[in-house]
């Protein structure tokens, strides 16, 4: 059993307008969004595997709304793991200027290839 998550949508960073129109571009019709704004917190999905809930939060995130993650459910898990979980700051990370990806400072891009702190592209080097 895996665990399972929810995304709660707690109001607007943006005007009302914005976000349905935002919204709007998402599949959302206007009825959906007024429930929605009216109604926070609410709901928006429920039991996601974390990636397609993070995926989805980051949509409406996008469109202007604030939302959270929640762990929904219980999991089994059949064996611990007692090695210790590195976790990188955000100064670990940076973002091409090429393609927008974010990712753990490299030399290079793991997207597109572009040369990070150079400004010079070479996708060949990724293929060494």
Known sequence: MTKKYRVLFHGLICSQEEFKVQMARLGASGEVVDIM?????VVLKNDMALGDARRYADAV?????RVVIQENGRFVESRRLNRPISILSFRDFTMCP?????QPKAEFCCKCGF???????????LND
């Open 37 to 41: 704004i009216e109604k926070a917190p």
């Open 115 to 125: 040369r990070l702190g150079k400004g010079v592209k070479d996708r060949g080097a």
């Open 61 to 65: 995130q996008g469109a202007g709304g």
């Open 98 to 102: 090429e393609c927008g990806s974010k």
